[in-house]
């Protein structure tokens, strides 16, 4: 029996950084676009947007390792593998940007300046934050999964 590389899809581990970055994603989305006016700034547009595409990117792929997990085999198909890969790294490239906009947006439009109420602030830098953090999941899973495809790739 072959080793399955740690966070690899079909994994535990993987199961449980999908579920973090749905649980961050929304928390960025929410926190951004309830009750407040986002669309006045880009860079919150993006943020949304791109919280907004790994949602269900995250929850796919939960809802395939969960799958994996029940027929207690992981997923193994090279070019499966690939795609994972390919839309991990899209995705986690624009939570960075996504992220890093909206923290330097947040930046000028501190209370201190004058720009927005302290409330306001406050749920634009947790939503920046939880983005950071899912970028980070995504991030992690990509390379996890590259390894898993490198490992095939050995065998």
């Known amino acids: 029996m072959d080793e399955v590389t740690p966070g690899a899809v079909g994994s535990l581990p993987s199961l449980s950084l999908r579920l973090g970055q749905a649980v961050f994603s929304t ?7 309830v009750g407040v006016e986002f669309y006045s700034y880009t860079s919150f547009c993006f943020l949304v947007t791109s919280m907004g595409l790994l949602i269900p990117w995250s929850c796919f792929l939960a809802v395939v390792d ?7 085999c992981p997923l ?15 995705l986690s490239l624009l939570a960075l ?10 930046t000028l439009l501190l209370p201190a300046n004058g720009y927005c109420s302290p409330g306001v602030c406050g749920r634009y830098q947790l939503s920046a934050a939880m983005a950071f953090l899912s ?3 995504t991030a992690s899973s990509s390379l996890f999964n590259l390894w898993s495809l490198a490992s095939l790739r050995l065998l």
């Open 27 to 33: 928390a960025a989305l929410l926190f951004m676009s």
């Open 66 to 72: 969960v799958y994996s997990l029940f027929l207690g």
């Open 76 to 90: 193994r198909l090279p070019g499966a593998i690939i795609l994972i890969v390919a839309g991990d790294w899209v």
């Open 97 to 106: 940007g996504a992220a890093c906009a909206t923290a330097s947006v947040v």
């Open 135 to 137: 970028w980070f999941l």
